[in-house]
């Protein structure tokens, strides 16, 4: 239930101005997008021949990158309703909805604390950066969404061994990678972790477990192979596995991460994207006190998963969307250290504040701060 009135705080915030072009920092890249979901209402649904307007008229025009998954969702929109830039955004809205209740359940799932799922979820669509980006005509809020989908359907599998949450996780792992290879495999670093850790050593040896990593990564080579293949037919070379400047362009050089300006270019984006300066003090009082939780090794090692995938694909972290997928494990941070603030231990004289007193003065301070950090996310 409480999750459901987050959704009533969000949803008017997400809905303001969805109607409008698309003009903000990220335009060229929405309208790539938009241009794909739009000639498949035009000329039909062909997921091997993603059209691109901008690079000519002849066999140029086609450019095929992720799986267009996303654009075909958009393209069948406007079949049913109109065509309109607003389906993109609606369903980037409401992608980021559904990835905060995977978060909130995860979360949930793993520490049993209710307090800290529902600030989880709150953090997580609070942040500048979800906040902007989640309301984009890109693919990035719905490969997120079917991540977070997947991760949770995977620790509910370790956790009952029921195979429809094995199958569920794989197939949403399988549909994310084919659609972004680069946010998904870090994420297999806690999820084996937590497997390990809930069985023995030994049970690697599964099948199931096995399977459950070979068929996202063999799905998203598959679709690689095809994807090279297009590129080089319709003289696209540039964007195929084997280029090394397109590879560059993800991964960057040494001479990137010794780089003091890219580092603070990217520093700056994590905290006036992610954090803004109140919400760093919280991510660090959550960092410091996260043990208290149970599960808390997990959380510690998929925020270096992070981190990890941060300083591997590193070139490409000067799109700032591209640190959305880090969002929902520093949200659960903020929400330890907002928890934390709002449970200091106060030992006033008992004739003066009762419990129940003390509970409602706890609420109201993490109301207020929650507050506060929303308000300064919006105006950011």
Avoid: C
Avoid at 100 to 113: E, G, N, Q
Wanted: proline share 3%; hydrophobic share 55%.
């Amino acid at each position: 239930m409480t999750f459901f009135l987050i959704l009533l705080i969000f949803l008017p915030l997400r809905l303001q101005n969805i109607d409008q072009p698309l003009r903000n920092i990220t335009s060229f890249r929405q309208a790539q997008t938009a241009t794909v979901a739009l000639n498949f209402y035009k000329h039909g649904l062909n997921f091997f021949r993603s059209e691109l307007d901008i690079f000519g008229i002849g066999r140029e025009k086609y450019l095929t990158l992720e799986f267009p998954l996303y654009q075909a969702i958009v393209a069948l929109l406007y079949r049913l309703f109109f065509v309109h830039d607003l389906w993109g955004r609606a369903v980037s809205v409401v992608s980021g909805f559904i990835a905060a209740y995977a978060l909130y359940k995860s979360v949930f799932l793993l520490s049993r604390s209710h307090h800290l799922s529902v600030l989880s979820a709150f953090f997580f669509l609070a942040v500048p950066l979800n906040m902007f980006h989640q309301r984009d005509f890109l693919i990035e809020p719905t490969v997120i969404a079917g991540l977070m989908s997947a991760f949770y359907f995977y620790l509910q599998w370790v956790t009952t061994n029921q195979n429809k949450y094995w199958l569920f996780a794989v197939l949403l792992f399988s549909l994310s990678f084919v659609q972004k290879i680069m946010y998904g495999p870090f994420l297999f670093i806690p999820l084996v972790m937590f497997y390990i850790r809930k069985n023995k050593l030994k049970s690697v040896f599964r099948w199931k477990f096995i399977l459950s990593l070979i068929i996202p990564i063999a799905f998203y080579l598959i679709w690689q192979k095809q994807a090279d293949m297009l590129n080089i037919s319709h003289n696209q070379t540039y964007f195929t596995s084997s280029n090394f400047r397109h590879l560059e362009w993800n991964f960057g050089l040494l001479a990137d991460r010794l780089s003091a300006s890219l580092w603070q270019f990217r520093m700056n984006n994590f905290l006036n994207g992610i954090f803004l300066k109140p919400g760093l003090m919280l991510f660090l009082i959550g960092i410091i006190s996260f043990y208290r939780y149970p599960g808390w090794r997990f959380f510690y090692i998929w925020l270096f998963s992070e981190i990890l995938y941060f300083l591997v694909f590193f070139r490409i972290q000067s799109h700032i969307y591209y640190q959305m997928i880090i969002s929902p494990i520093t949200s659960v941070f903020l929400a330890a250290g907002l928890a934390k603030m709002a449970n200091l231990k106060i030992h006033p004289p008992r004739e003066l504040f009762t419990r129940g007193v003390i509970k409602i003065f706890n609420n109201l301070l993490i109301s207020l701060i929650a507050a506060f950090f929303l308000w300064r996310s919006i105006i950011s």
